[in-house]
């Protein structure tokens, strides 16, 4: 049963992706919906399960070393101001809007605050599919939109500790929190500056078959495993692993080898597995606030780091292209629902709608990005 699965997700990928490409739009869309189609919650023609979640995990760490193999390391130093400013107005105004909304709809002023601090995650894992299909993946808008996202992940867990602190019911020590954030980034500045390095010329000779791809996926398998450890999302630390490796002299290697193995099978069921957590089961009663939390995180994350990023100097165009690269929930939202849920601070009623919002932010991202940014992928900045 499992190969017929993994036979229908890449075949399903495969021909949802040439379609959507026919139609004009990315082919990562037609991906993310076919995981819907083919999931438990329409035809059912493949199931969740522990090995496809691992699967999947490999795939978005894959995608997002793949991501940081081609950034340019020194524009992402030079977009640490703009990348600093998308990712605080992609906080600050989802934040309060999802607090807003939450006192609103008569929830408890701790549920609201966890509301508002859900809807200012960011996950960029399918805005980096989209802008290496728009072969924006090395602009200075990509760059920013990166480093907003590490950024982002960092003060969202920062956030989250500090309100787990205060109203989960258990003592979280904040200072215990930003000291292994702090740890980790120390480690990954190591292994940019040297530790990379030192991994590749000490692995890659190795009289082995493929020893290069092996040493960059130590390097990507390592960090992601740091990162987790140190309390920073798996993605965050591939992404570093990506930089890393790609100021060695292996990096067009690893690159050109690593692609086809991520591409081929790896990835195709990452996006598939988004689709897995869509339930249409009372669906109809709650249309309604579905619709209203998914228009309050899509503006609040497009205008905040849209502001953000045009008081740094970028055109109105870009402005709106890094806002919607952010739009995304992705995985790290549904880390932080599935949180809320076991502290008491998420109820049960508001879980599935929730899951149901960060589906829709993440498949509405490439349409965005699309539409924004395709005539206009040579500006960086005005």
């Not at 503006?299 to 709106?320: D, Q, V």
Request: aromatic residues 10%; charged residues 15%; glycine residues 10%.
């Amino acid at each position: 049963m499992f190969f017929l699965t993994i036979l229908i997700i890449l075949l399903a990928t495969k021909l949802a992706g040439d379609l959507c490409v026919r139609l004009g739009q990315p082919a990562v869309v037609g991906k993310l919906i076919i995981g819907v189609i083919i999931g438990p919650a329409m035809l059912g023609w493949v199931e969740d399960s522990k090995i496809i979640d691992e699967l999947s995990e490999i795939g978005v760490l894959l995608l997002m070393f793949i991501a940081g193999l081609e950034t340019d390391f020194d524009e992402l130093k030079r977009s640490f101001k703009s990348s600093t400013a998308v990712a605080l107005g992609g906080i600050i105004l989802p934040f309060f809007g999802g607090y807003l909304l939450g006192t609103a709809i008569g929830m408890e002023t701790s549920h609201a605050i966890f509301l508002g601090l859900l809807l200012s995650a960011t996950s960029v894992s399918i805005s980096v599919q989209s802008l290496k299909e728009l072969n924006m993946l090395k602009s200075r808008e990509s760059t920013t939109i990166l480093g907003a996202a590490i950024i982002d992940d960092v003060i969202v867990v920062i956030l989250l500790a500090f309100v787990m602190s205060i109203f989960g019911g258990e003592g979280v020590n904040l200072a215990f929190v930003i000291g292994k954030k702090f740890i980790f980034f120390v480690i990954a500045g190591f292994m940019i500056w040297r530790g990379a390095k030192w991994i590749m010329k000490w692995l890659a000779p190795l009289r082995v078959f493929e020893s290069v791809i092996s040493a960059g996926l130590i390097v990507c398998f390592f960090l992601a495993f740091v990162a987790e450890e140190f309390g920073v999302a798996g993605i965050i630390g591939a992404f570093v692993a990506g930089l890393a490796v790609s100021q060695t002299t292996y990096k067009e290697e690893v690159e050109h080898k690593l692609e086809p193995i991520a591409y081929a099978i790896f990835v195709p069921i990452f996006f598939v597995s988004v689709g897995f957590s869509v339930s249409f089961q009372g669906l109809w009663d709650q249309l309604g606030l579905i619709v209203i939390i998914t228009i309050v995180a899509i503006l609040t994350k497009l205008t905040g780091s849209g502001i953000g990023a045009k008081l740094t100097g970028f055109s109105n165009r870009s402005a709106l292209g890094i806002g919607s690269g952010m739009v995304s929930r992705g995985e790290v939202a549904l880390i932080i629902a599935t949180i809320g849920l076991e502290s008491g601070l998420l109820l049960q009623k508001y879980f599935t709608v929730l899951v149901i919002v960060v589906i829709l932010t993440t498949l509405v991202t490439p349409f965005l990005l699309k539409l924004i940014l395709h005539e206009d992928n040579t500006v960086q900045d005005s």
